[in-house]
């Protein structure tokens, strides 16, 4: 009698294993398009935080901004000074301000006022007295709310009060407006824009 042979299991088998092959390289396909995925949401999310944090400033101004006349007060005196005080915006980063450029500028000219000398990033103290800060040059005359070191960097809850003293070409007339631009390492620059009063005494408040 003639027997014959069955190949059914044999290619059950077979199908089985393209079908599991299959499945593995489905799964594995998923897991690379899923990694890849998450990997550019990830790095959009990045660029988006990085936009808004160059374009938005972490500074404010906190008060008046003053100007200050080493004259005698009067229709032609002149300011030769300007005094503010600056702090973090609410969620702002901290800003070294031994790496901060300040620029002042009127309707004539622009001009990069140099940074103090004893603003640097390694002092333990930057704070120095306003009657020794240069023409053409700004500093820090006082730091509130810092229990630490006095040092550069502007953090959470502190106040920097910045003094920026003129040169001669560049003293602040009666009406005269202006603007002094605080740029940090990182972020906008923040701008101040005021206008000289009618009448200019030692100690006049800028609007």
């Not at 070294?96 to 002092?123: A, E, G, M, P």
């Amino acid at each position: 009698m003639q027997r014959y042979r069955s190949y059914d299991a044999f290619t059950g088998l077979e199908a089985a294993i393209v079908l599991i092959a299959f499945v593995v390289v489905a799964a594995l396909f998923s897991y690379v398009v899923l990694g890849a995925g998450f990997f550019t949401t990830q790095k959009a999310q990045e660029t988006v935080y990085s936009g808004v944090g160059m374009a938005s400033s972490s500074l404010e101004i906190l008060g008046d901004v003053y100007g200050n006349s080493t004259g005698v007060g009067g229709t032609n005196a002149k300011i030769d000074g300007v005094m503010l005080v600056t702090g973090l915006t609410a969620g702002g980063g901290s800003i070294d301000f031994s790496r901060t450029t300040i620029t002042y500028s009127n309707k004539d000219n622009v001009t990069l006022v140099q940074r103090s000398s004893s603003i640097d990033s390694t002092s333990s103290n930057v704070v120095v007295d306003r009657s020794k800060v240069g023409q053409n040059e700004w500093a820090i005359i006082d730091i509130q709310n810092d229990d630490s070191d006095k040092g550069a960097l502007l953090e959470n809850q502190e106040q920097f009060t910045i003094y920026v003293k003129l040169d001669t070409p560049n003293y602040i007339s009666k009406n005269e407006d202006f603007s002094i631009d605080i740029r940090p390492d990182q972020g906008a620059a923040y701008s101040i824009k005021r206008t000289a009063p009618a009448r200019i005494y030692k100690m006049n408040v800028l609007y």
